[in-house]
C-alpha cells in the first residue's frame, strides 16, 4: 500500500506560479513511476506529467510543456510540479498517482490512468484573476 497526499494547490493570477508536492508513504518510493493528472468540473481527467522510478523518464502532456517541471526526492518520498505562466483554463483538481515503474508504463503508457494503483486525494488549483 502507498499513501499520496497533494499539498500546494490554491487562487493565483493568470501568469502566476505554484509548486505542488506529493507526499508517500509505505513501500519504496523509488520503485513507483508517478504522475500527476488533472480534472476540471465537466471534464475528464487528464494527464499531465509523469517521471520514472529514478527520474530518468519524464513525459508531459502537450499543455505541459514548457510550463511545468516534474521532479521527485526519493529520499524524501517527495515529488513535485512546479506550475508556471499557469492559465484560467488549467483551473482543476490536481492528483497525484503511484504505479509499477514497469518499462512499458514509463514508455509507452504513463499517460493512461489504469496504470497506476494509488492516488491521493486532489489539490485545488484555481487560475483567475
Known amino acids: 500500500q502507498v499513501q499520496l497526499v497533494e499539498s500546494g494547490g490554491g487562487l493565483v493570477q493568470p501568469g502566476g506560479s505554484l509548486r505542488l508536492s506529493c507526499a508517500a508513504s509505505g513501500r519504496p518510493f523509488s520503485t513507483y513511476i508517478m504522475g500527476w493528472f488533472r480534472q476540471a468540473p465537466g471534464k475528464e481527467r487528464e494527464f499531465v506529467a509523469s517521471i520514472s522510478g529514478n527520474g530518468g523518464r519524464i513525459s508531459y502532456a502537450d499543455s505541459a510543456k514548457g510550463r511545468f517541471t516534474i521532479s521527485r526526492d526519493n529520499a524524501e518520498n517527495t515529488m513535485y510540479l512546479q506550475m508556471n505562466s499557469l492559465k484560467p483554463e488549467y483551473t482543476a483538481v490536481y492528483c497525484c498517482?503511484?504505479?509499477?515503474?514497469?518499462?512499458?508504463?514509463?514508455?509507452?503508457?504513463?499517460?493512461?490512468?489504469?496504470?497506476?494503483?494509488?492516488w491521493g486525494q486532489g489539490t485545488q488549483v484555481t487560475v483567475s484573476s
Open positions: 498517482a503511484a504505479g509499477p515503474d514497469t518499462y512499458l508504463t514509463r514508455t509507452y503508457y504513463y499517460f493512461q490512468p489504469g496504470r497506476y494503483d494509488y
